[in-house]
């Protein structure tokens, strides 16, 4: 029993030494597959945990205006950075970073025991702030450099260029699109660390510089796009309207000349302000056009014959078409008049029964040809297509596309149609960037003027730009002639249209508009004026938004060194043409009138001009007496007001309060308030004008 009871241990010996010794075997098999097979990856696998990265961002690419002016650049700043991991009392580190980084103690603990790799405490630093914190000799906290997005010009074309993040993304605008390009590639500093975080004293560290950016050329002129914005800015507030735009490009090529806004906002400082001011609505927008549209209805029917310059038509004051109505805008309409004078007058029923005559389809086709109802393929994030009729949509419906209603268009598609009339009737592609280049110079892409299709005839286009130049000669246009440079143009007062349905109604509910190019028998600028939800009384687009063009034309065709041509108004037998004094203000008529040697024969001693006889452009003996029809502003006005105080404010606040008052502004240089006409405290009729001088902060009165 005892020999059975030890032979039985020696076997259970034996099995656990079996066991044992496979277990070992199997075990240096592992052993060897890893240290002999698997060792280089795994070795990788270690020095990957090991290897910590901390990014170099890469410089992004530097935006030029055409002269090679810089728009957008990344500047080096210093930033203060911490590894948590590496800081040893977080609580006492926050304690001495707060007043140093002027920051808040809460807000820098809580940075410093967040579990990341590496957390940024301030991006920005002053060199004083550098020092202090290096100063500090804090363990975990560092000092690098960082490349941060800067605008050298503020507010200049902000909702063109956009912005970019504090990560070097770009966010908005040509910023945005043009990402890929404009960012480079990023960089890092890799330094070996223990399984805590830490640096490992002599480890490995080794640094990968980054690749700059691809820089942009852009068409826009820094100049041109100076004198936009400010005359927008002045156009937007002595309208009272909520807010404007302007677009200018060249027609003969496509190229974006300006794209100004007003409010805008910094690029600098874009969290600071409203979402709204960011979007470039000249893009991505589309309204109702209202009366710049019959540019393209009146191409269209030359083009297809339907009306000819010696057609004749008689106002129907009201046309009933289509089970609707179309009602002229002046009471008892134009009577008998020309294809030319009706658009002079911009008559809307005879731009129906024009559409009308087209039928759906014909104009559809003309619609399409100038481009709109689709993207035109500008290299911008967001543009919108527009909306056009479907070609059998109901007959109204298209006879309110005659005259600017029930379509939807981008001021990007109307400036284009404007410039496919000044150019000789090709549709070009507008383009934005004119050249991409690599951080040593080269250029890797230029672009060039490219004719998407013929949208008229060069006959049409001439015959229009005829009639276009007729507009501001004698009709409604008045206030854009600039002398010795001929603009053609259309004036336009679109009724805005109503989220709920149909159109707002009273005050502040039309969009004035101007689209023009100058000079007309050889266009070199075109561009379109709108101004949103006009705050003044009567808010025709030829009252406020044709002397705004009519002011930027004027400085840029002077900076791009068109001559001016010599007007004479007298002529050898003794008469005088009888100059346009229509949308203008009858003391300014009055005058005018005057220096020509005429009669200005005037009911009231205030208001604005609607109509005039003899027309613009009669040729009548030296003292003729010319009779002034004015527009019936809703207000009456025998009503008074008394002129408040602006002097000292900006030219915001003056309007705001002027606007407040009953009164309209007229704005003369920029700045602050230092001068006004009349005076405060003086009793003038409601509606009547206060001229406004502004000058530079440091001349202007301190209250």
Known sequence: MQRFSSMLIRRRIALVFLMAALFSALLILRLSYLQIVQADRLASLALEQRLRPVPLLAQRGVI??????????????????????????????????????KRPVEEIENRLKRPRAVEWLKLRLTPEEADAVRRLDLPGIGIQERPLRFYPNGTLAAQLIGFAGIDNQGLEGLERQFDEYLKGQNGMIVQERDATGRTIPAGIERRIEPTDGFDLVLTIDKVIQHIAEREIEKGVLEANAD?????????????????????????????????DTWRNKAFTDYFEPGSTFKMVTAAAALETGVATLDSVYVDPVTLHIGGGRVSCWRAGGHGRQTFVEAMQNSCNPVFAMLADQMTGPTFH???????????????????????????????????????????????????MAASAIANGGELLKPYVVKEIRAPDGTVVHRQAPEVVRRAVSPKTAEELRGILRSVVQNGSGRQAEVPGYDVAGKTGTAQIASPQGGYLQGPKSNMASFLAFAPYDDPVFAGIVMLYRVGQEPSYGGLWAAPVFGRIVSEVLEYMGVPRRDAQDRVDDGLVRVPNVIN??????????????????????????????????????????????????????DVHVEVPDVLGRSMKDAAMTLARAGLRIQ?????????????????????????????PPQSARQD
């Open 243 to 275: 807010w404007g735009l302007f677009l200018g490009v060249n027609p003969k090529t496509g190229e974006i000349l300006a794209v100004a806004q007003y409010p805008t906002f910094d690029p600098n400082e874009y969290a600071s302000y409203p979402a």
């Open 584 to 637: 203008l203000d009858v003391h300014d008529a009055e005058e005018i009138l005057l220096a020509h040697g005429l009669t200005p024969q005037a009911e009231l001693s205030h208001g604005f001009i609607v109509d005039q006889t003899p027309p613009p452009g009669a040729r009548v003996a030296p003292g003729t007496r010319v009779i002034l029809t004015f527009y019936e502003e809703a207000h009456a006005h």
């Open 64 to 101: 030029y205006d055409r002269n090679m002016n810089i728009l957008a650049a990344s500047m080096s700043f210093e930033a203060a950075y911490a590894i948590p991991v590496e800081v040893e009392n977080p609580e006492e580190a926050a304690q001495k970073l707060a007043p140093i980084l």
């Open 667 to 695: 704005i003369e240089g920029t700045g602050f308030a230092v001068e006004q006409s009349p005076q405060p405290g003086t009793i003038l009729h409601e509606g009547d004008v206060v001229t406004v001088r502004f000058a």
């Open 365 to 415: 086709k003309f619609l399409t040809a100038f481009g709109f109802g689709s993207r035109s393929g500008i290299e911008f994030p967001g543009e919108s297509p527009g909306a056009i009729p479907k070609p059998n949509d109901r007959i109204l419906r298209w006879a309110n596309v005659g005259f600017g209603q029930g379509i939807g268009a981008t001021a990007l598609q109307m400036v």
